[in-house]
Nanobody
Framework: QVQLVESGGGLVQTGDSLRLSCAAS????????MGWFRQDPGKERELVAS???????FYADSVKGRFTISRDNAKNTVYLQMNGLKPDDTAVYYC????????????WGQGTQVTVSS
């Protein structure tokens, strides 16, 4: 059973930075594609960034140039560095993972709240 635990959320002001961490246990982390999603009440869940096991990286247009996803396979951890935060970035951020070859993310964390005040 793979478990994902996020940390690093909080309340910040516009322009501030946060780094989210997601620690994985119970699986073979280095073989998983990992992603960060976010969801605000009343809105659809959005893929913010992903990093595949082979290193391929994707960013949503809304965060390009501000957010950076990275992973440390030795620590079984994926990170999301968020700079230049805006009120529109306010959401619950979820870490997710999928084994190589899967089309859907099947492992999910419990989420961490990020609130950006104006």
């Amino acid at each position: 059973q793979v478990q994902l635990v996020e940390s690093g959320g909080g309340l910040v002001q516009t322009g501030d930075s946060l780094r989210l961490s997601c620690a994985a246990s119970g699986g073979t982390f280095r073989t998983y594609d990992m992603g960060w999603f976010r969801q605000d009440p009343g809105k659809e869940r959005e893929l913010v960034a992903s990093i595949w096991s082979g290193g391929r990286i994707f960013y949503a247009d809304s965060v390009k140039g501000r957010f950076t996803i990275s992973r440390d396979n030795a620590k079984n951890t994926v990170y999301l560095q968020m700079n230049g935060l805006k009120p529109d970035d306010t959401a619950v951020y979820y870490c997710a993972g999928r084994p190589g070859g899967f089309s859907k993310y099947v492992f999910w964390g419990q989420g961490t709240q990020v609130t950006v005040s104006s």
